[in-house]
Nanobody
């Protein structure tokens, strides 16, 4: 499966953004999907994930209550709605997919830059 993230940009603190991750090649309906972010010089950080079967959602504590992950299997797309953005949310955001038997996310898209200024 190929993943294409989009929707990043430069915003002010307190603003909102919605990231999209469009998949191609295979249906994402059987994949767990996730968002991660990376700041140069720091380890990649888990942001949010959504299960393929139950659509249960999981969030990093740092974004809980502000970010929402969702999926539209008909559109083969995953979203990350981000509200109340903070400067510390500035990062390159990546979407990822985990196939059924994989222990880790094994498909990655290119990143989209999110910059939040104070």
């Amino acid at each position: 499966v190929q993943l294409q993230a989009s929707g990043g940009g430069s915003v002010q603190a307190g603003d909102s953004l919605r990231l999209s991750c469009a998949a191609s090649g295979r249906s994402i309906s059987s994949y767990d999907m996730g968002w991660f972010r990376h700041v140069p010089g720091k380890p990649r950080e888990f942001v949010a994930a959504i299960k393929s079967t139950s659509s249960n959602e999981y969030y990093a504590d740092s974004v809980k209550g502000r970010f929402t992950i969702s999926r539209d299997n008909a559109k083969n797309t995953v979203y990350l709605q981000m509200h109340s953005l903070k400067p510390e949310d500035t990062a390159v955001y990546y979407c990822a997919a985990r196939s059924y038997h994989a222990l880790e996310f094994n498909y990655w898209g290119q990143g989209t830059q999110v910059t939040v200024s104070s």
